[in-house]
């Protein structure tokens, strides 16, 4: 889905339910996804295009992108009328000063996001992290539905979780769920300036480019590199199974910590399936002894869970919004 | 203190503050302590015996050794008639239904303390985790007062901690908090059938046990060894070295995942004091990139925090017997 397209979401988008009509947007390190959500719950359209990098004027640019979508589904949706914008970006984000804090990724430090999008857009904006507006999406529509204690971690280009604990949604001050820069490896050197972490050996990205370092092939991604083992390269193989390894070391140490009931795992590397999940499985009881192995669930809305939780904070805002006109953000 | 002994527990035993006279005892892997607790909260007398170990049966030695102490309490202090009672021990505790499910130091598995414990005392029981009491009893008197994010981590016999999300207890059904079985190393091998946890490399005990096995030297404890370090002593500094290695490492996970604001350390080994905190804090350092380091904090209530944790708990059953009767456990 590389422009404009028309969205099929099954389970998730008709979870929404009826609401207010909503923009949303979800920032990744390579795309930045819109949709527009009417009133029913249903995503009438969903785009995707390149997220536009432009050094430490990323963040200007990246809102500048999203108002031009939101032009565009005005002319294309007139009877659409949105209440509210969600909008969700990757790395360390203060939730309660709309802040993007740091992205490694993405380059800004400090931009007030949800003030530069508020007066972009015009409505109300929500503004939140990726992982955890994800993983809002998977607990309250999909495959973490039903637990109390439950880590939805999402593994693509980067890799972070959303905790929930009796319940709720734990952010640290905008910073838990960060296990994709915990230490599971004396390298290779991570983009945060650290050295082996989880993200800089098991993440989608980081399989794909530590398979092209070892072999010398150039690849598309993770997904190549697991088809190459699973006919015998011995280079893929290996590196395969080393993301494996870290990622089966990082979640026992989550489960000694936390013993959640589950894992959620999304992103693009759940979408190797049981190639990801039953391996990982036996490798986490192969360290664990008197613990709860936690139940490995693949996450259900999968690769729109993002741009779906921005939906429910947008609507969110719009409620609040509604409900306590003096304290109108427009 | 190896016998009945006048306890003097400075800002913790104040900190109790006035309630219900109540009975404490903390199960450790070495020792049983017991108080009594009076009306104006003050420690009247505090007790330390070796814990009675009898293989399997070791929850029933548990229980007798404590009604004696109660019955020895109960002739000293005719006039200190305890409401309750609190019973706190380590392993995998089940608070809701009162059971012991597991210990590995001390053997039992499904002992059901609390039944036992109440037809003992005749009065009600709570019974809870040592290691989560202490660290409650840090956190409402001690040194994590004051934080919504932190975890309490005692370091002993065994390494584990209380942790503390948005200034509540989280147990995580009995099981979190268990992070002295995380992998941090390659081995050694570790009482609980896993390999290079943490509490087999860097708890007090294992500090010890792997410098006797490093130089072939008896030691009385991980401080001896710390005391050779000192001294240049090469296997003792390689030890010490690679236990701050292992604990740092640790702590990176936890930072990674929780961000907690601080890590309260207690147990035998905070009392090596800056020896342990400066080094640990450089190694942490050193570690985490872009992620707040938390501040690192001596407990304060110190060895008896697990004590005056079950005296804390005891009140609470007390005085929720007192609300209602109706449900008396007696």
């Known amino acids: 889905m590389n422009a404009h397209a ?19 947007f979800d920032v990744g390190g390579t795309d930045l996804k819109a949709a527009l959500v009417d009133a029913d719950g249903r ?5 995707r295009r390149p997220t536009p990098l432009a050094g430490d004027r990323t963040g200007e640019a990246v809102v500048a992108a999203t108002a031009d979508i939101a032009a565009e589904f005005r002319r294309a949706h007139p009877g659409v009328v949105p209440a509210a914008a969600g909008l969700v970006v990757p790395g360390h984000v203060d939730e309660e000063t709309g802040v993007g804090v740091f992205s490694e990724n993405l380059g800004w430090r400090d931009f007030p996001f949800r003030d530069r999008a508020t ?8 503004f939140s992290h990726d992982v955890r507006a994800a993983g809002e999406a998977e607990y309250r529509l999909g495959a973490a539905a039903g637990f109390r204690d ?4 999402a593994i693509g280009t980067g890799i972070a979780g959303a905790i929930f604990i009796d319940g709720t949604l734990f952010t640290g001050g905008g910073m838990a769920g960060e296990m994709g820069h915990s230490r599971v490896a004396d390298g290779p050197d991570c983009a945060c300036g650290g050295r082996g972490c989880l993200e800089a050996v098991a993440s989608a990205a980081a399989i794909a480019r530590r398979y092209t370092a070892l072999s010398g ?17 011995p280079a893929a193989q290996r590196i395969w199974d080393s993301a494996l390894d870290a990622l089966a070391l990082d979640l026992s140490h989550t489960v000694a910590l936390l013993a959640p009931e589950a894992v959620v795992i999304g992103g693009g590397l759940a979408q190797a399936g049981d190639e990801l999940f039953v391996p990982l499985a036996q490798r986490l009881d192969g360290i664990l002894t008197f613990q709860r192995r936690p139940a490995l669930i693949a996450a259900r809305i999968g690769e729109d869970a993002g741009v779906i939780g921005a939906a429910l904070r947008a609507r969110e805002v719009a409620a609040a919004q509604a409900a306590e006109p003096a304290r109108a953000v427009r």
Chains 1, 2 share one sequence.
């Open 43 to 47: 995503i009438v359209e969903l785009t």
């Open 6 to 24: 028309p969205a099929d979401h099954g389970v998730a988008a008709d979870g929404l339910g009826a609401g207010d009509a909503v923009l949303a």
């Open 119 to 126: 007066a972009a857009f015009g409505i109300p904006v929500a």
């Open 217 to 233: 092939v150039p690849v598309a991604g993770a997904k190549e590199v697991l088809a190459r083992a699973r006919t015998g390269d």
């Open 150 to 153: 439950v880590v939805v971690m």
